[in-house]
């Protein structure tokens, strides 16, 4: 495949160069516009259509070019190229023609031997250069270029095809905001290629900048006084089945390309996990005890540093408390509910009682949850006292309280004790306090000074809060002392992305860990990504076979030309261990990368080994839930339009998530039947992570989720600009109608 790419280039950039010649000659010789055309017609026309080829490459992943972007930049000049300038004689006889093939030509010289060369090895800064600087001057000109070309068309068009002309009004106003797009797209790949860059050359010469100073948990300074994640994450599965398995120790430490290579290893991790619990718990204690040594609890005002371990026991210091009582009582003849919103619909339904428990069963029939998930969710609606009386003795620590996965606002509702912790910005607890005070529950706020110096709720606001990363140690210590002889039940639900996440999960972890030393009977409680690997019931995987059996007839015929990466079976070899046999579910995104699986990974290292000592542990598979902030990013808002069309698969909205994970929650740590209890066998720890999941089809889909994101996004973009897209088609149609009535005024 490297030589195919290799020779596509080379063929593109000597097309490109020809025409550029043809175009600059017949410039320096005086030729008009039209002139210029006969000559360049044929090199440009055959030259500028290979680039429909970079779509299927983009869409097949045989490059990491984005698809969007990729099929804007074709789409808009195949419809210049085809649509205009080879049909009217008005668009070639003007001079834009000149600016617009000059601009493209200019552009993709390099950019075609910047890849070629790129495989092959390093490239030179000259062409790494113009690679990355020409566009800024040569966009606008060949935008211009294209615009002009379609603005000289318009009156031929209105004479004698008003559908064209209203076409070509609609492909004029998609530059306003595809232009922008585009341009601003290079202007972020320039500004990352460049940092890239500069950082390899001086990892390559050994004079790599110092990494900046950091203050709380944070990644190690290694030999090179660098903040290496990639080191620390690969280390940390190397260590963690160092003691279990050699060879697959030595496999993970021997991966060259950790960023894309490190999903196997977290797979194997899990198959490592299934042979003993005795296995597993090892696996676990080596991978908490490694990063937590290897992770720094750095001080920039000169006080030695620490290791996260290190700096739990050392560093002194805890919060005041201040406790808000809500202003609200709560209903009396108050119904558990789940708002239900299907996805790309307004219309919320609030479900109770029996019709809760009819959608629940629909959603078993369909695969779209696990049927103990179905009977936790029920038991809220069976047994009122598991969200009224059984918690009155019982603290809910949300360690990142305002998080949207979070179950702060469904707790509030049930007047529940709170525990809220939460970064110290001002705007987050006046926010929060809001919430607090309209409710009927009860939360307690760390705070830098006490409650009689605290004058109103916006003072309370300005000393309210705890940072996980910078005060750990302190956070730790207050949560231990509160409230004695109430059970704590401890929640981590702090996100934030890429490397970050990994030090709010040690810092979580290092918390989570100092109270458990103290509080025997406290809980802990985490929501599980779908996307990660686990354990199912054998069943689950009878349903994925059953399901690529049934898919229908496009998937099939899709899987025939798309990468052997995409509409990959999710149903994959059992782990065979005595008389056990293990399924396992991968659904790793592997675009989420290597510090996302870290985390998630380490957090489920904690609750298999919490459980074994004897401490309930909540750990349920959450959906994909459309928050705001996924569905800000276009290409995952497409893309989770796309995946409803892989039975049984369902995305939901953030309501109905914190619903019914605050039911499994609540379920967990009241129910002394549920299997978070640990004093229901449920074999090896492992097996956790198969009760109670709420993974909305992810488990029993034909697909592993990670390999449909593409098809998903395509499909969903469809569904979005399908108005446009049949405007396009209708326009074409006309095109052709025009085309074939009155011929192309030139030919080859």
């Not at 085809?82 to 493209?104: C, I, K, P, R």
């Not at 990504?529 to 229908?552: G, H, M, W, Y």
């Not at 056990?580 to 080994?609: E, F």
Request: charged content about 15%.
């Amino acid at each position: 495949m490297k030589a195919y790419l290799v020779l596509y280039n080379l063929v593109n950039a000597i097309g490109w160069a020809y025409v550029l010649y043809l175009s600059v000659t017949s410039f320096l010789e005086g030729k008009s516009p039209a002139a210029a055309w006969k000559a360049i017609q044929l090199p440009l026309l055959v030259t500028q259509s290979l680039a429909g080829l970079e779509i299927l490459h983009s869409f097949l992943r045989l490059v990491p070019s984005p698809i969007m972007s990729t099929f804007m930049q074709v789409f808009s000049r195949y419809a210049v190229m085809w649509g205009y300038t080879y049909v009217f004689a008005e668009a070639q006889a003007h001079w834009s023609l000149y600016l617009m093939v000059t601009s493209w030509s200019l552009v993709e010289v390099p950019r075609y031997l910047f890849y070629a060369v790129n495989l092959l090895g390093s490239v030179p800064f000259p062409l790494f250069w113009l690679r990355y600087t020409l566009f800024a001057i040569l966009y606008p000109t060949g935008i211009s270029g294209e615009i002009l070309q379609i603005v000289t068309s318009l009156p031929v068009l209105l004479r004698t095809s008003v559908p064209c002309w209203y076409l070509s009004l609609f492909l004029l106003s998609l530059y306003l905001p595809g232009s922008p797009f585009m341009f601003l797209h290079m202007v972020t790949q320039r500004k990352k290629s460049f940092k890239a860059r500069k950082e390899k050359q001086l990892a390559a010469s050994g004079k790599a900048a110092p990494a900046p100073p950091s203050s709380g948990v944070d990644f190690p300074i290694d030999e090179k006084g660098q903040r290496s994640t990639t080191v620390v994450n690969q280390g940390a599965f190397v260590a963690s089945i160092a003691a279990v398995d050699k060879v697959a120790s030595e496999a993970a430490a021997k991966e060259k390309n950790w960023r894309f290579g490190y999903a196997k290893h977290v797979v194997k991790n899990v198959e490592l996990c299934c042979a003993s619990e005795a296995q597993c718990i090892t696996i676990c204690k080596a991978g908490l005890e490694y990063l937590h040594s290897k992770f720094e609890f750095s001080r920039p005002e000169g006080q030695p540093k620490l290791t996260v371990m290190q700096a739990m026991d050392a560093i002194e210091g805890t919060f005041y408390t201040y406790t808000i009582e809500g202003d609200r009582k709560r209903d009396p003849n108050f119904e558990y509910y789940v708002p239900y919103q299907k996805f790309g619909r307004k219309s919320v339904k609030n479900l109770t009682g029996k019709e809760l428990i009819a959608q629940l069963d629909v959603w078993v029939a369909r695969g779209t949850i696990e049927k103990d998930a179905r009977d936790a969710i029920a038991n809220l609606v069976n047994k009122p006292e598991y969200h009224s009386t059984a918690l009155k003795d019982m603290y809910f620590v949300l360690l990142g309280a305002m998080s949207a996965m979070g179950p702060l606002r469904v707790l509030l509702e049930l007047g529940a004790n709170i525990v809220a912790v939460d970064i110290n910005r001002k705007p987050v607890w006046q926010a929060l306090i809001k919430l607090a005070r309209n409710s009927p529950g009860r939360v307690l706020i760390p705070t830098s000074k006490p409650k009689d110096q605290i004058k109103d709720d916006d003072d309370l606001a300005s000393c309210a809060g705890a940072d996980l990363l910078q005060q750990t140690p302190q956070i730790g210590r207050w949560i231990a002392s509160l409230s004695p002889k109430s059970r704590l039940v401890i929640g981590g639900y702090a996100y934030l992305d890429s490397a970050l996440f990994v030090r709010l999960a040690i810092a979580m972890d290092a918390i989570m860990a100092t109270v458990l030393k103290t509080r025997k009977d406290a809980a802990l409680a985490f929501l599980c990504s779908p996307t990660d690997v686990f354990v199912t019931e054998n069943e689950c995987r009878d349903a994925q076979k059953s399901a690529l059996k049934k898919i229908p007839v496009w998937q099939t015929l899709l899987r025939l030309i798309v990468s052997k990466k995409m509409l990959v079976p999710n149903a994959i070899k059992q782990v065979v261990s005595g008389n056990d046999t293990y399924s396992i579910v991968d659904g790793l995104a592997v675009a989420q990368g290597p510090n996302y699986a870290l985390a998630k990974r380490l957090q489920h290292w904690r609750c298999m080994l919490a459980r074994s000592q004897g401490h309930t542990v909540s750990t349920n598979i959450a959906p994909s839930t459309a928050t705001a902030s996924v569905v800000h990013n276009p290409q995952f808002a497409a893309a989770y339009i796309g995946m409803g069309y892989f039975a049984p698969l369902e995305i939901v909205y953030q309501d109905l998530s914190n619903a019914t994970m605050t039911a499994l929650l609540l379920n967990d740590v009241v129910n002394p039947a549920a299997a978070a209890n640990p004093k229901n066998n449920i074999g090896n720890q492992i097996r956790l992570f198969s009760k109670t999941s709420l993974h909305f089809g992810i488990w029993r889909m034909a697909f592993k989720c990670g390999s449909i994101g593409e098809v998903s996004a395509l499909i969903g973009y469809g569904s979005i600009y399908k108005r446009a897209l049949l405007l396009v088609g209708a326009g074409f149609g006309a095109f052709v109608a025009f085309t074939a009535q009155n011929g192309a005024p030139h030919t080859f």
